[in-house]
């Protein structure tokens, strides 16, 4: 991925962020209240606590033997495929 991709994806990251403000707010949603909220925070930690049980106790083993398996299997010898082309 050269530079010029990079730069293009966080410019269209940035985009979506401002489009997501500005519809907020045309549907009258404060940002400042809205996170200010201790309900919002207490759910929101909630529903975090539980994603970050099951990564760690159900997901991030599978996940990371699968990873591990495609990078030997897949990428490394695909790697070096496309490096010893002119």
Do not use: C, E, R
């Amino acid at each position: 991925m050269n530079m010029q991709n990079k730069k293009q994806g966080f410019i269209q990251i940035i985009i979506i962020v401002v489009l997501l403000v500005i519809i907020l707010s045309l549907l009258g949603v404060s940002l400042s209240s809205l996170f200010s909220n201790p309900l919002l925070k207490d759910n929101l930690g909630f529903v975090w606590n539980g994603v970050a049980n099951v990564w760690n106790n159900y997901l991030s083993v599978p996940f990371y033997t699968i990873w591990h398996v495609f990078q030997v299997l897949i990428w490394q010898p695909l790697m070096s495929v496309i490096q010893k082309k002119p």
